[in-house]
């Protein structure tokens, strides 16, 4: 196993294209005096999920999560309004949280790895303001067996590396990757689904390796039961550039995802204007009269579960199952030799293994080597658990619709963030959309989207 952590940096020349250089941002809270990197205590009154002594508000909020955080903390700053934020869940941060580890103190997620990276100034200036952040450029590698059938580790996306490692090529520059690349792709200008769609973006070879079971796996459909758009946007890479993700700012939150809503919800205005109550379902309440009196509802739970009465099928989604484990000193102090190792094949359940202990963002005792074990999580794409994934054919896109047409029609309802507009949205994504329709609130009175997460892609220049 490696010694020491997989490095936060990539090689150069492309560490230099993460314009995060240093640590940067602050961090309300801790320049305030507190010092524990452990989410804070909620009060028993705040996780009773009581409503009763709410009172009338601007806004009731459903979902602790970016979008219902960002709009509560935007209202409350900018226009004074009141929220209450509630959430079925006995934290804030949605599937952001993190926490430290109740048996070893290593910083851990509660629902999978985020790695933050955006092209968008307006978001990277806002995030800033409410954490302090250290540059990371997030690679991850997938354990694949080669021609030979033997393991290799291989950078994903795919390089010339991968490559030559998994065929037994001998590719030196960016031409001959080109060259590799044309000659292996199967042509079609108009696929009419994902395998065909990833045949003429890598070829059969890249398609068998690395894409057709870990999609499968993650959606348990299938390349060629999806739709092509799900697979045309592959990446291509004719260097050697191993950044997962090519945005400008690539970082880590130094204490934490989970205190970014801390500083959000808990300083400023938003810590007189902003009530939270957890453990708190907003149906139970509702069916049972208990919620309080507000001009607007937001509402950030899936659009179907909202209409669950109305007869109409559910939408479809992915879960993730988490199987975590505490490995006692292993050596050197790590399991594995890079934060992320993904496993394509069809022979292993899981499609990957995350292991925390390797980011920079740990506390102190964690970093300097007093931490002997480590944890990782092994992730289960399942069909059944809490929603993550929206799953992409033409059967959802028209049901979907049809929960739409009902949306529009809500009056005093405004649906916001991925589970409800029935899309996936990055983390940046989901801050610009939040973002955005604070603006829509401010000139026009209403809180409404302004585009798709495709055609902010477009606008980053992610997407052509």
């Not at 199967?186 to 079971?213: D, M, T």
């Not at 997962?244 to 970014?260: C, E, M, S, W």
């Not at 809500?410 to 991925?418: K, P």
Request: proline share 7%; aromatic share 10%; charged share 30%.
């Amino acid at each position: 196993m490696p010694k020491g952590p997989f490095s936060p940096r990539a090689s150069k020349p492309w560490d230099e294209l993460n314009l995060v250089t240093d640590k940067c941002g602050v961090d309300l809270l801790f320049d305030q005096g507190v010092k524990d990197e452990a989410p804070m205590k909620h009060s028993e009154e705040v996780l009773s999920g009581d409503l009763s002594s709410i009172g009338d508000v601007d806004l009731l909020i459903v979902g602790a999560g970016l979008s219902g955080c960002i709009l509560a903390e935007r209202c409350a700053t900018e226009l004074g309004l009141t929220s209450v934020i509630i959430d079925k869940r006995d934290h804030i941060g949605g599937n952001v949280y993190d926490e430290l580890h109740k048996e070893t103190g290593i910083r851990v997620s509660g629902y999978g790895a985020h790695l933050f990276h955006t092209q968008f100034d307006r978001v990277w200036d806002y995030v800033l303001k409410y954490s302090e952040w250290e540059p990371f450029d997030h690679r991850v590698v997938g354990r694949v067996a080669d021609v030979d059938g033997v393991d290799q580790l291989v950078p994903i996306p795919p390089t010339s590396i991968t490559v030559n490692s998994l065929f037994k090529e001998n590719i030196q520059s960016e031409e001959e990757m080109q060259a590799w690349y044309d000659k292996v792709r199967v042509p079609n200008a108009e696929p009419k689904n994902g395998e065909e769609a990833a045949l003429s973006r890598v070829g059969p070879q890249l398609y068998e390796k690395i894409f057709k079971h870990y999609t499968k796996k993650q959606w348990d459909k299938y390349p060629a039961e999806l739709d092509a758009s799900v697979l045309m946007r592959l990446p291509c890479r004719t260097t050697t550039d191993d950044r997962y993700f090519p945005d400008k700012y690539q970082a880590l939150p130094v204490r934490g995802y989970t205190r970014i809503f801390e500083n959000m919800l808990f300083t400023g205005a938003p810590k007189d204007l902003v009530k939270l109550r957890l453990n708190c379902d907003f149906f139970k309440a509702k069916e049972e009269g208990k919620l309080p009196k507000h001009k607007m509802l937001v509402f950030t739970g899936p659009i179907d579960a909202f209409y669950a009465s109305q007869g109409l099928p559910k939408l479809e989604y992915r879960s993730i199952r988490f199987e975590e484990e505490v490995v006692q000193e292993p050596e050197e102090g790590y399991f594995q030799e890079a934060m992320v190792v993904n496993y394509p094949a069809a022979d292993v359940p899981f499609t990957r293994i995350v292991e925390y202990k390797h980011t920079p963002n740990q506390p102190e005792n964690v970093k300097n080597g007093e931490v002997k074990s480590t944890v990782i999580c092994k992730e289960y794409s399942m069909a059944e658990g809490d929603p993550y994934y929206p799953v992409p054919n033409p059967a959802n896109a028209a049901l979907y619709e049809k929960y739409k047409a009902l949306a529009e029609k809500e009056e005093g309802v405004c649906f916001v963030g991925r589970l409800a507009s029935y899309k996936y949205f990055n983390m940046d994504q989901a801050i610009l959309n939040a973002l955005e329709m604070f603006d829509s609130l401010l000139e026009k009175g209403t809180l409404e989207p302004r585009r798709s997460p495709m055609d902010m892609q477009k606008e980053a220049g992610l997407l052509r």
